[in-house]
Structure formats: C-alpha cells, structure tokens
C-alpha cells in the first residue's frame, strides 16, 4: 500500500520550491510592490501573498480535492481556521512579508499538514538562502537533506534566544513583550536575536542555531509546519505556561530542551489574544 501521507509531502515541497520561486521573482522589481494594511500599521499583506497562496492551494486542491484548508490570506479574507479531524492544509505563502516589503532576506513558505488534529509533516522553505526544511512526524528533520539535531544545551545562562516584538502596537501590548524580554536578558542569557518569520525562527532551533523561540500573538500557519520540524529534530514544543502545546492558541515556546523551555516559561507574563479558532481560553 503506497504511503499517502508520504504523497501529501512530496507535493507540499514542490509547491513550495515553486511558491519560493514566485516570491524572489517578485522581489527583483523594486517599487512594484503594492503594500496594504491588516490588522495594524505593522501588519501588512501583499498582492504576492495572495498570489501565492492561490497558486499553492489550487495546486493541492487539483491533487487532493477532499482536503480541507486553513490559510492566512484565506482567514484574512473572512474563512474560518476550525481545525477538524479531516486532512488539512495549513498554509502561509509568506512568512516574514514586513521582511518581503523591505527586502530583508529572510521569507518563507510554510506549509503544515495535520490529520485527525495532530500534525503530520511540514515543509518550511526559505526562499531567499534556498533552504527547504522538512520533517515528517516519526521520520526525522532535514534542511536541503541533511539531517537536524537541536543543541541540547539545558543551561538558560549559555542560551541564545529567539523572540519577535510583533505587530501589534497597542502601548500596553510593547510594554508586556518588552517586560518579557527584560526579564529573560536579565537571567542573564548570552543574547536575544529577532529574524522576523517566525517558522525560520524555529528553524533555528530545529539546525541549533539558536536554543529556544518564544512568541504570544502568532497564528497556526506561523507555528504548523515548523514546530514538526523542531520536535523531529530532538526539541520539544509548549506552551508559553509551560503546558501542552496548542496550535489554536497563538503562542508557543520551542526550545532545545524541556529545562530550557520551562525556565523560559517561568519568567514569561503571558498576555491575552484571541485564539486561531474563536473558542475561549479556560
């Protein structure tokens, strides 16, 4: 019996390698850029992440019409992020797109695959150093082929962590992340470090790059695809409390090891933001 899970995957590269190609020929026509605003001044969306994802739904949806979908564009644009037990596509055509609008190098595909609710494999590809980063549950992590290993380092003062400061700019909303990342500098740490996509930043971790990524605030289809990869490379994946990771809740830490991420946990101040899914947090 062939693996049809394995398919799934095959083609979820493709069509980011594809996607990928799309964004850097996009980023070679300078001043052609339409930039327009979501949720903030800071977040912003672009005619090439609507592209994007259209060409890479379009894709899968030809391949496998009874999958069902959850897209940033797509939720943007008024579609529910329900996550069921039904195969499902969790796509962001373009993490990093502030990075994109400004030409900072570091943009990605993210493309999470989850069934019966618990994710399967994600491919993250960053487009502009061609590097394709996948990982299926149970089989192993890998950047352009090559195996993953996080760090291991269990000691929080020898870490090198990775956050974002976000897009929201609601004064009170900056004061809490900067609190946050005050209270991690002052462990001490060796340093903090913002590459501004979030599934590169847990990449990151994933190649031991860095030794933890914490963010409140992000989405499913920033976290999907990469936190596979992490957990495939020996990490581990939680909530900023320390508990169960959850996809829908917007925030996470991932981390080289369990003491390191719960260390991060213990000096975090969480702070509220709507769930992916509508329901309420208990």
């Not at 605030?217 to 596979?228: F, L, Q, R, S, T």
Request: proline fraction near 4%; glycine fraction near 8%; include cysteine.
């Amino acid at each position: 019996m062939s693996d049809v899970w394995e398919e799934c995957m095959e083609h979820g590269v493709a069509a980011a390698r594809k996607a990928g190609q799309v964004v850097r020929e996009a980023l070679k026509h300078e001043g052609c850029m339409s930039v327009m605003l979501k949720s903030s001044p800071a977040d912003l969306v672009t005619e090439t992440d609507q592209k994007v994802e259209s060409m890479i739904m379009s894709s899968i949806k030809e391949k496998f019409p009874t999958h069902s979908f959850i897209g940033e564009e797509s939720v943007a644009a008024g579609e529910s992020s329900i996550l069921t037990d039904n195969p499902t596509w969790i796509i962001d055509p373009i993490d990093g797109t502030t990075n994109f609008v400004h030409r900072f190098p570091f943009v990605a595909v993210s493309i999470g695959f989850a069934v019966k609710k618990e994710l399967e494999f994600g491919v993250v590809y960053s487009c502009m150093e061609d590097k394709m980063y996948t990982a299926r549950k149970g089989k192993g992590a890998f950047c352009n082929g090559v195996p993953l290993k996080v760090s291991g380092q269990e000691d929080i003062t020898k870490s090198l962590i990775i956050t974002e400061l976000g897009s929201n700019r609601n004064p009170d909303t900056v004061k809490r992340v900067l609190a946050n990342m005050d209270r991690l500098l002052c462990i001490p740490i060796h340093g903090i470090r913002a590459v501004g996509t979030a599934a590169v930043n847990m990449c990151l971790v994933a190649t031991g790059g860095a030794d933890a990524y914490y963010e409140i605030g992000i989405h499913c289809w920033d976290m999907a695809a990469a936190a596979v990869i992490v957990t495939e490379a020996g990490g581990v994946v939680m909530d900023v409390t320390g508990g169960p990771f959850d996809l829908m809740s917007r925030r996470l830490i991932t981390a080289s090891s369990r003491a390191i991420g719960e260390r991060i946990a213990k000096e975090l101040q969480a702070f509220p933001c709507e769930r992916d899914d509508g329901k309420k947090d208990d």
